[in-house]
């Protein structure tokens, strides 16, 4: 069954298009439980093959990925139970291998001519890495796997939260904070307006300004008119 099994490993290696004639070609060539096993075998989706493709030709990607996912997982149970743990630093930490896994399998689905959807795509790593045991049909996904979600914690119990902060005290900081905000609206809208005020002195002084100036200009031009009047008088 090695033989049979690496065989197997192979056909999920191949472009989709390939899967179905190497599969029946192979089935040809065992017989009994390995030729069934083998008709059996259904032909990856999209998004499950791009997956492969980053287990079988970019594993450090892709065990970095489970690496970050159990470290994630184990934060997370330990936080619910009560222990330190920095999960941020976790999440952080999963999120770029999924980012990572991501890019690798759509350059391998680019250059097959695919194109999987990126979302899809970090959804199943999520699914993959999170579970609480490596999935047994690594390098074989044929479906699309959804993430758990809480449930995927089963079993775990939550320790008892510290008592919160009296609601009493809680509201009195709160009207504190709002009143401190009021007082500081209040002083910014007072010197709001003061400065209006002395723009509007500025602007009533610069029109009596020019005011004086159009009666200055009007009196030298009235000037120069009589001048000019002389001139042609003399002339």
Do not use: C
């Not at 033989?3 to 989709?16: G, H, K, N, S």
């Amino acid at each position: 069954m090695p033989r049979v099994d690496q065989e197997i490993d192979a056909l999920y290696q191949l472009l989709p298009g390939e899967f179905t004639a190497s599969r029946n070609a192979l089935a040809k060539t065992v017989s009994g439980d390995a030729a069934r096993q083998v008709r059996g075998l259904k032909k990856p989706v999209v998004v499950p093959w791009a997956v492969n493709q980053v287990f079988w030709k970019a594993r450090p990607a892709y065990d970095r990925l489970m690496e970050k996912g159990h470290a994630l997982r184990t934060a997370q149970i330990a936080s619910l139970k009560g222990r330190k743990s920095d999960v941020r630093a976790a999440m952080e930490q999963h999120r770029r291998a999924v980012g990572d896994a991501v890019h690798r399998a759509q350059q391998f689905a680019s250059e097959a001519g695919l194109s999987p959807d990126a979302d899809q795509l970090a959804r199943m790593f999520e699914a993959v890495s999170l579970a609480p045991a490596p999935p047994a049909e690594a390098g074989r996904f044929t479906e699309v796997i959804e993430p758990m979600g809480f449930e995927a914690l089963a079993g775990v119990t939550p320790a008892a939260r510290a008592r919160p902060v009296s609601d009493e005290a809680a509201e009195r900081r709160k009207a504190e904070q709002e009143q401190r905000e009021a007082q500081e609206a209040d002083a910014r809208l007072e010197a709001a307006a003061q400065e209006l005020e002395r723009a509007e002195e500025r602007v009533h002084a610069a029109k009596q300004a020019l005011r004086k100036a159009e009666a200055e200009r009007d009196a030298a031009a009235g000037r120069v008119d009589a001048e000019r009047a002389k001139l042609r008088a003399k002339k």
